[in-house]
């Protein structure tokens, strides 16, 4: 059996051939490119044959219908798009309405989940930063959504006048007086990224100090700045989202 995975998000589209060796010739390609050249820019990247596609798709119903009829032809497969739902592979959703949840949260908390078994909180930092506790017996205790640090500068670049363009560092440094900056664009990217790790160290005191002692799972396009930022190591995870849809695949509810 091999399976063509999609984890298609806000910015950037990934990929990974699953077979019997695992999951492998990952890649991704954004959404950026992909409207400058078209999906031919990602299917000629694509295997041509596969016996099945399994799929993420938080970028719409108009593009993954688009992309459903893309692949079809490419891989000779029918897209089989994942579905938050209430409960399956031993997680529980706390959304009232499960529907809700974002597909990309549930499959990543899946993968999570099935590395684990017990409490953890998955961080996932794209165009917004995700954060999604679970307990030790695989319930969602629910999570929170923030602008990512890409998403914060182009805020303030977009509302003020006197900000340029800023650029993320190769280095950060953590826990030193570093962090109070210069200049305006060292100011606003530490700024920014200080505003995530503080809101994922406030989410792992707030856990701990009820009781939980979870595990920090890392993933997303924004998660090599954030690793840096953290006072905490945590588990990063770059394909965690491919790793739920293969454990969807290979296993029942």
Not at 57 to 80: E, K, M, P, Q
Request: with cysteine; aromatic share 4%; proline share 4%.
């Amino acid at each position: 059996m091999s399976a063509l995975l999609l984890d298609v998000g806000n910015s950037r589209l990934k990929w990974g051939v699953l077979d019997e060796d695992g999951i492998h010739r990952t890649g991704h390609v954004s959404h950026e490119k992909i409207r400058e050249q078209g999906l031919a820019v990602l299917t000629s990247q694509l295997p041509r044959r596969v016996d099945m596609v399994r799929a993420s798709n938080v970028a719409g119903t108009s593009f993954g219908t688009r992309l459903s009829g893309v692949i079809g032809i490419h891989c000779n497969a029918d897209i089989h798009f994942a579905r938050s739902e209430k409960r399956g592979w031993g997680v529980s959703n706390s959304y009232r309405q499960p529907r809700l949840l974002g597909v990309d949260r549930w499959v990543a908390m899946i993968a999570a989940w099935a590395e684990l078994q017990s409490s953890c909180l998955i961080v996932d930092a794209g165009t917004a930063v995700t954060l999604d506790a679970i307990d030790d017996d695989g319930v969602h205790l629910g999570g929170q959504i923030i602008p990512g640090v890409e998403t914060m500068l182009g805020s303030l670049l977009s509302a003020t006048s006197d900000i340029s363009p800023v650029k993320m560092p190769l280095k950060h440094s953590v826990g030193d007086l570093k962090m109070f900056s210069r200049n305006t664009a060292a100011a606003v990217r530490e700024g920014a990224q200080n505003a995530v790790a503080g809101a994922i160290e406030r989410a792992i005191r707030t856990l701990q100090s009820n009781g939980y002692n979870p595990t920090i799972i890392l993933t997303g396009g924004g998660a090599p700045h954030i690793l840096r930022a953290l006072d905490e190591v945590p588990l990063h995870r770059p394909d965690l989202v491919l790793q739920g849809l293969a454990y969807m695949l290979e296993n029942d509810k």
